[in-house]
């Protein structure tokens, strides 16, 4: 039987593990990770993660051929395929510090392998790395060896949270990269023949390494730069009196540039597009290409921009001052059907207002007051390092209270903030909840998730990103 074992038990090993588990019964899948609560409760009915479809998977497969366990060198000792999955964050000192990924979890992993190994093993890249980390990882592996052969293979994740499941069961592309030698080919045919057994051979796609580490730093700034193209042309509409959804399916409606991920919003979060395309810019200023490391920064500049104009429009809007006043934030994740709050464009637009000396009133389906409070004391990219080594909140920030229901966040409030596209938020009552706000009653719409004018029906004063504004927007300029 093939054992796999995967070192990293987070949003990318636990469900893609999960997954292999259910499409290769003959293969035994143990997860490890050095946190115990995290494996706790993975083998619990509270999945640390959630995701939908997940709960089923998992449970169709554990304690079959799937396991997760805190044993990180005993399964890694044992396995035949080691897949690492740990965080590679931002680093946030020294050389690099703010853009170069922080390779530190990785390398320890990789020296943990050359130690516990007794047998020859294929060591996979998952996590997202720099192009030319695996000639790193050989380095290490192989000047620690004891004569033990490994091969390392880049085959990077392309799925995103929320839709995980289905991402993994029907893939659009494996991207699997190795060396161009026999040892090589060999290692790339057996994680081939793995993934082999659900994803059609022709969408398994096999590369040199760098090709496959560079693409996934790719694949993410393309979709994020198409996202701060949308975001751009919002500040252009909203200018001009365009609307930025009718620009997009005009523009989308162009086969060559296709209608998906072109929907403008308060500015895309997650743990990775930042961080991997800090990433990308930092290799290309080590590489001599600032011209091309520039290109890249303007997607993040652009994103920035983006957050910093929402909160300075709801600001303006509201006579240019916040401080008192009760505002209520609905939705807190980085997206719908997750719960993961991290790089959430709630961090900065909270702050923001807090700043402001707003008094904020959230409300998120998934997201818990501990996760807002660490999130909002918390310090830039400090939050991908594993849960254990984080800093707890020395004190909770007062003027934020977390509720757990949407009409609750709105009582009394002088304004609404919608900063995630939670289907729920879609169908509220909004005449009840403008019956029981301040008035004027203000709306801002970071998703475009409401009818703007049934709003204005009611009374409320909307603001939409991109949209054409009100003419109380358009009286209340706000300077970005
Ligand atoms: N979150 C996502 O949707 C995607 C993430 N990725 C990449 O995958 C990698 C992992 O991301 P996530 O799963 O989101 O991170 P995560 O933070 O959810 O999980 C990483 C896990 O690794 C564990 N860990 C760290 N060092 C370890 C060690 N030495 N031994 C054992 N366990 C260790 C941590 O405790 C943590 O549970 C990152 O490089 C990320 O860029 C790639 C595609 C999608
Ligand atoms: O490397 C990763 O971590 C993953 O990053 C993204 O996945 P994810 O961050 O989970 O979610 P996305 O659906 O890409 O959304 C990212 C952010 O962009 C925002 N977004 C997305 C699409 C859009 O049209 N507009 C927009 O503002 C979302 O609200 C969210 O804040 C990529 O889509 C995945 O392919 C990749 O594997």
Redesign the pocket.
Known sequence: MVKICC????????PTMAVIALKCPSIEVVV????VP?ITAWNSDHL??YEPGLDEVVKECRGKNLFFSTE?EKHVSEADIVF??????TKTQGLGAGKA?DL???E??AR?IAEVSKSDKIVVE????PVKTAEAIEKILTHNSKGINFQILSN??????GT?IVDLFNPDRVLIGGRETPGGEKAVKALKDVYANWVPEERIICTNLWSAELS?LAA?AFLAQRISSVNAMSALCEATGADVSEVAHAVGKDTRIGPKFLNASVGFG???FQ??ILNLVYICECNGLPEVANYWKQVIKVNDYQKTRFVNRVVASMFNTVSGKKVAILGFAFKKDTG?T?ETPAIDVCKGLLGDKAMLSIYDPQVTEDQIQRDLAMNKFDW??????QPVSPTAIKSLSVVWDAYDATKDAHAVCILTEWDEFRSLDYQRIYDNMQKPAFLFDGRNVVDAKKLREIGFIVYSIGKPLDQWLKDMPAIA
């Open positions: 070192i990293g038990a987070g949003y990318v090993g636990g490890v990770d050095i946190s995290r640390p993660i990180v690492v999955s740990v965080n590679t964050p990924a530190t979890y990785w320890s992993a943990m998952k996590s997202t790395v990077p994740e392309f799925l995103a949270e995980a996934k993410n997650g743990s990775c961080k991997d993961d991290r991908d390092h594993p849960s254990h080594l």
